[in-house]
């Protein structure tokens, strides 16, 4: 299986997931090694089993990304089954709750920027220094349209994707030097479990009215599928993409145009 990754090792953290899974199969199209991390092992193990099936090789670890601990561990484990890391799609992310922000529970706020902040940086810190090593890579986050924004009723998840949109262009100015790039993708919302937890939270009564009220708010009047976003996470990473560093891509079907 060769193509623009032969030879290339890639960690995708939220792993087990709808847009990490759909990444990795990409990815291994073009013939990468996967490391996949997640906290979910039924997610890991399923996108595992897709990955061999598509003919690639992929690491599984379960770990926890607001732990320094096990961020070091997931790197320790790529850098000792696959020689290094290369790409890094930085990807782990959760919905938190739909309340007002005077409603919003402590805990989840604390959680939910524990995930989606916390964990990217601690991605970046661990994670730069093995691709440095191997003389250059590339990085992408998640952010969020969420992240450009504001969004009622999704405090926490709003405020830590704009932080992530702060995180990547301070480290696209870090580690170029480095050679290392650092962009972050922006999606509208993905056919993915995140978009059916917000539909709940949007209208736990009628799922369906919640989905079409957001449907509206995209100019194509739809989701975009993993399979969508996986495709400029592949190209960001690529050689294509080669002097394209602290950008912010959305793929939101027109959402924010």
């Known amino acids: 299986m060769a193509g623009d990754y032969e030879h290339k090792v890639v960690v995708i953290t939220g792993g087990g997931g709808g847009i990490g899974r759909a990444a990795a199969l990409r990815f291994v199209s073009e013939g990468a090694r996967v490391v996949l991390v997640d906290l979910a092992p039924a997610g890991l193990q399923e996108s595992a089993a897709a990955v061999k099936r ?36 930085n990807n782990a992310g959760i919905l938190g709750d739909v309340a007002p922000l ?23 810190r661990y994670v730069a220094p093995a691709i440095r090593q191997r003389g250059g890579g590339a990085i992408v986050n998640t952010a969020s349209i969420a992240g450009l924004r504001g969004t009622p009723n999704l405090v926490a998840y709003t405020a830590s994707k704009h932080a992530v949109v702060g995180i990547t ?28 937890a917000l539909h709940v939270g949007f209208n736990a009564r009628d799922e369906d009215a919640a989905r079409r009220r957001l449907e509206t708010t995209i100019p194509m009047r739809r989701y975009g599928t993993p ?4 495709e400029l996470v592949v190209f960001l990473c690529g050689p294509g993409a080669s002097f394209i560093n602290g950008g912010l891509y959305t793929v939101d079907g027109g959402a924010m145009a």
């Open 169 to 196: 262009r301070t480290a696209a100015l870090e580690l170029a030097r480095h050679g290392i790039r650092v962009n972050a993708i922006c999606p509208a919302p993905i056919e993915t479990a995140m978009a059916q």
């Open 227 to 230: 399979a969508e976003v996986a």
């Open 54 to 89: 598509a003919g690639g090789e992929a690491l599984t670890v379960e770990a926890d990304v607001t732990r320094a601990a096990e961020v070091q561990r997931y790197v320790a484990a790529a850098v000792e089954r696959f020689g290094g890391i290369d790409c890094f799609f």
């Open 102 to 124: 005077t409603e919003y529970s402590e805990e989840v706020f604390d959680r939910v920027i524990a995930v989606n902040l916390k964990g990217v940086w601690l991605g970046l």
